[in-house]
């Protein structure tokens, strides 16, 4: 079955602290991982691709095939973090796949 | 500015009524997807649309119809027979050339009195 899993609900960190925003997913294919996070009164938007290795707004993921794991994080967390963020998997061409989100809340 | 509008932003209906949500883009963008928003559950995918009068069911498209007469246009309906129709809905299309990246709009809420 292809499922993304993100486990926690709600993620609480203080400001300057590391995030990790778990993921996990299902697919026996070469799967393409996406992380999207929606900032309050915002569209959801697509925050970074795997593909791209790259880091935006100091976040990085890094898809780990042995561990089926495409987990989101930053060193040092900012209040303007504070969002839903979600994992997405792309099985085909036109099919995406979300997982159930997490809310981080960066405290001051 | 290029984007997606959806309309209504929030809508009432009694139970036993359809309702039709618009979602309108002016990005050329060929797919277009929509999406069940609910909390703890995430995003749940209702149909899709490849291309123009052209469209494919999502894992949750029982209660629902959608229609692709125009590429801009990719009108949900939300059924008497759907069960549990109060939530928030998500329009969005595919950004070509750009892997993995859909265009969201800002949703529409429907709550079913």
């Known amino acids: 079955a292809q499922r993304v899993t993100q486990p926690e609900k709600l993620l609480s960190v203080f400001k300057g602290a590391p995030v990790e925003l778990k993921c996990n997913y299902s697919?026996?294919?070469?799967?393409?991982l996406f992380w999207y996070v929606q900032y309050s009164r915002q569209r959801l938007q697509l925050l970074l691709r795997?593909?791209s290795r790259e880091s935006i707004k100091g976040f990085t993921a890094d898809l780990n095939k042995g561990e089926t794991s495409f987990h989101l994080k930053k060193p040092f967390a900012q209040e303007e973090d504070s969002a839903m963020y979600y994992c997405?998997?792309?099985?085909?061409?036109?099919?995406?796949?979300f997982g159930t989100g997490t809310r981080l809340k960066v405290l001051a | 500015d290029g984007g997606i509008t959806q309309s209504p932003k929030y809508l009432f209906r009694k139970e036993g009524q359809n309702v039709t949500l618009s979602c309108e883009q002016n990005?050329?963008?060929?797919?277009m997807y929509w999406y069940r928003q609910d909390p703890g559950q995430g995003l749940r995918l209702i149909y899709y649309?490849?291309?123009?009068?052209?469209?494919q069911k999502g894992d949750i498209a029982e209660g629902y119809s959608v229609s692709r007469e125009k590429k801009e246009s990719f009108p949900l309906t939300v059924t008497s027979a759907q069960k549990n129709p109060t939530a928030f809905y998500l329009c969005?299309?595919?950004?070509?050339?750009?892997?993995?990246?859909?265009?969201f709009g800002e949703g529409s809420r429907l709550t079913v009195l």
């Open positions: 649309s490849q291309i123009v009068n052209d469209f």
């Open positions: 997405a998997l792309i099985p085909g061409t036109y099919k995406y796949i």
């Open positions: 795997h593909i």
């Open positions: 969005a299309s595919k950004v070509p050339r750009a892997p993995g990246e859909l265009f």
């Open positions: 697919y026996s294919g070469s799967p393409e």
């Open positions: 990005l050329n963008h060929d797919a």
